[in-house]
């Protein structure tokens, strides 16, 4: 059994990577001050992490929501890309949420893999399309998906998979670094910081700064984090108040409170407008964003 190599805490054995290789990769941080790694490329073992995923006989849940015109815009590739790297070999359960069932693709899927489509009003402001997620998908983890699913990821559609996105990446909760935002000092990170807002981090709180475009864990980590960030949300209508970064400032929030058993190197969710980085083997990526095309 090792130790962090920053803590000398000891590590647990990961239930899908095995050891974990933390010292693959020296120079970057691979494990949080709180004990839990920091997958990047090298870090694990990819054979074991599919081996113990099958042993498990484990469905994976893909959530995404594509409405009003980033159906047609995104939802496609994101779907086509994963059929290709996510969770390849395991059995993986999509859940398109979307105002448009008819419009969503019908794309052959490989087997063991299904498409769920569920039915969403469509708020009129983007921020609500974004801040409702939370809320349905708080209700979708107590239904149907909370039933077949034993992991869920929770991902927005505007990105596309480009390298093997496998088991190594389950945990009872997940969290993503923010690909523009992991080597900035904590005084800089863009958190709420009004006391009035239930999002509200006081100067000196946070741990990294997590990207609400991916996050995931089982299915009773992910009730309780989007029940946390619905109540939020909630509270803050109430008073008149929307957090800075909507939900990602909620997730933010839990993340500091509730900390993530996992935490994804940017590898998982990567700019490639920031440019080619050494440190980087990306395997997600965002897409380019055109928001005078998909926002009213
Ligand atoms: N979304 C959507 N329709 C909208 C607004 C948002 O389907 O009108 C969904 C979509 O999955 C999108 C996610 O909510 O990827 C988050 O919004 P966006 O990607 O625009 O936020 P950003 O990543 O730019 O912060
Ligand atoms: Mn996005």
């Known amino acids: 059994m090792g130790t962090c190599p920053l803590t000398r805490m000891p590590l647990l054995r990961d239930n899908f990577t ?33 081996q113990e995923a099958i042993q498990q ?5 893909l959530t995404v929501f594509a409405v009003g015109r980033y159906l047609e815009k995104y939802l496609a590739r ?40 569920e039915c969403v009003l469509r708020e009129r402001r983007w921020q609500d399309v974004s ?4 809320r349905t998908l708080h209700a979708a983890l107590g239904g149907r998906l909370g039933r077949e699913a034993h992991f869920v990821f929770c991902m927005d559609v505007d990105q596309y998979f480009s390298g093997a996105f496998g088991p190594e990446t389950l945990a009872d909760s997940v969290a993503q670094l923010h690909a523009w935002r992991y080597h900035w000092p904590r005084r800089l990170l863009p958190y709420e910081s009004d006391p009035r807002s239930a999002a509200a981090l006081a100067p000196g709180e946070g741990d990294f700064y997590y990207h609400a475009a991916l996050f ?4 009773a980590a992910l009730r ?28 933010n929030k839990f993340f500091w409170l509730h900390k993530p058993a996992k935490v994804l190197s940017p590898e998982f969710c990567w700019c490639p407008e920031i440019g080619r ?11 380019p964003k055109e928001y005078p095309l998909v926002r009213d």
């Open 224 to 251: 309780r984090l989007t029940a946390h960030c619905a109540r939020g949300q909630r509270q803050d209508r109430a008073r008149g108040l929307e957090a800075r970064w909507h939900d990602e400032s909620h997730l």
């Open 18 to 50: 095995g050891l974990l290789h933390l010292w693959a990769r020296p120079e970057v941080l691979t494990c949080t001050s709180w004990g839990a790694p920091i997958v990047w490329d090298g870090t694990f073992d990819p054979d074991v992490a599919q």
């Open 78 to 117: 994101f779907l086509e890309t994963a059929e290709q790297y996510f969770m390849v070999g395991q059995r993986v359960v999509y859940y398109v949420f979307t105002e448009r069932p008819a419009a969503v693709p019908r794309l052959p899927l490989g087997t063991g893999r299904q498409l769920r489509v």
């Open 131 to 134: 801040m409702e997620r939370m």
């Open 277 to 287: 980085r050494a440190e980087i083997q990306p395997r997600l990526l965002w897409a």
């Open 57 to 61: 006989n484990l469905t994976i849940g």
């Open 216 to 219: 995931g864990g089982s299915v």
